[in-house]
């Protein structure tokens, strides 16, 4: 005799009234996407100031308020995902 098997086959998909039928229903924990948006700022900001610097352009302040921006952000989601104390 064969496995059972879901009656969606198996692929996950969702039930009848909004209910998923997967058993992975984990969601990140509260922080991460902040800093990961500041770890992309703080990367565009480095590599365009790198560019600039290379195509013999004076730095502006635009790249250091958007690193500073990048660093807040880290900050902010790491205070987020910090656990909580009770």
């Not at 502006?60 to 987020?80: K, N, P, Q």
């Amino acid at each position: 005799m064969g496995a059972q098997r879901a009656p969606d086959g198996g692929r996950g998909l969702t039930a009848g009234r909004g209910e998923s039928t997967t058993m992975d229903e984990t969601t990140p924990p509260k922080g991460v996407k902040t800093k990961l948006l500041g770890v992309v700022l703080i990367f565009l900001a480095m590599l365009d100031s790198m560019l600039s610097w290379r195509g013999g352009l004076g730095g502006t302040g635009f790249y250091v308020i958007l690193f500073a921006s990048g660093l807040a952000l880290v900050g902010i989601g790491s205070v987020r995902g910090r656990p909580h104390k009770t």
